[in-house]
T-cell receptor
């Protein structure tokens, strides 16, 4: 069965510092992987997605994530945090093929705080 | 293109009352789902639908009903509200199931308080 683990429910960084949000997955087949962001009092929106075209995926707002099969990881990074990055971030995994693995499996989320 | 539209945005109910949360999408998506979001618990799947006329239970279906009479609409009914149903509810849709089709598009959420 697929699963997603986000290490650290709360991460705090200083403005301008590197952002690193961790996501590890478990999947018996090569997965599709997603990062979503939720700003306060809003719905979730897609940041970026891994579809096997390239292991380094660039998303919106300067975020990127690298798929590492050997580490079963898909960590989200941004070189320099901005105050507007403060939000909840969710990692999700889906099976590659239709069938039992077709639903999105969600991590519990990581709340990112950016300090001035 | 409106995407996924949820109404209402806020609602307060008394224990035992019933209500329907509305969800509509205009992207011709086959797959629709309802989640609830509670602090520290992430997103939990309540019910989902793989097409008009087809619904199924998710992780936490008790106390909720759904129906899917059209591709566009997927309402969530609370049968007899309880304080444990105080939560933020999200409706999501996607093209289908499997692989890239599972990319989800979310509504803005309904914040429900049951007193």
């Amino acid at each position: 069965a697929q699963s997603v683990t986000q290490l650290g429910s709360h991460v705090s960084v200083s403005e301008g510092a590197l952002v690193l949000l961790r996501c590890n997955y478990s999947s018996s087949v090569p997965p599709y992987l997603f990062w979503y962001v939720q700003y306060p009092n809003q719905g979730l929106q897609l940041l970026l997605k891994y579809t096997s075209a390239a292991t380094l995926v660039k998303g919106i707002n300067g975020f990127e994530a690298e798929f590492k099969k050997s580490e079963t990881s898909f960590h989200l990074t941004k070189p320099s945090a901005h105050m507007s990055d403060a939000a909840e971030y969710f990692c999700a995994v889906s099976g590659r093929y239709a069938g039992n693995n077709r639903k999105l499996i969600w991590g519990l989320g990581t709340s990112l705080a950016v300090n001035p | 293109n409106a995407g996924v539209t949820q109404t209402p945005k806020f609602q307060v109910l008394k224990t035992g009352q019933s209500m329907t949360l509305q969800c509509a999408q205009d992207m011709n998506h086959e797959y629709m789902s309802w989640y609830r979001q509670d602090p520290g618990m992430g997103l939990r799947l309540i019910h989902y639908s793989v097409g008009a006329g087809i619904t199924d239970q998710g992780e936490v279906p008790n106390g909720y009903n759904v129906s899917r009479s059209t591709t566009e609409d997927f309402p969530l009914r609370l049968l007899s509200a309880a304080p444990s149903q105080t939560s933020v509810y999200f409706c999501a849709s996607s093209y289908g199931t499997g692989g890239m089709n599972t990319e989800a598009f979310f509504g803005q959420g309904t914040r429900l308080t049951v007193v």
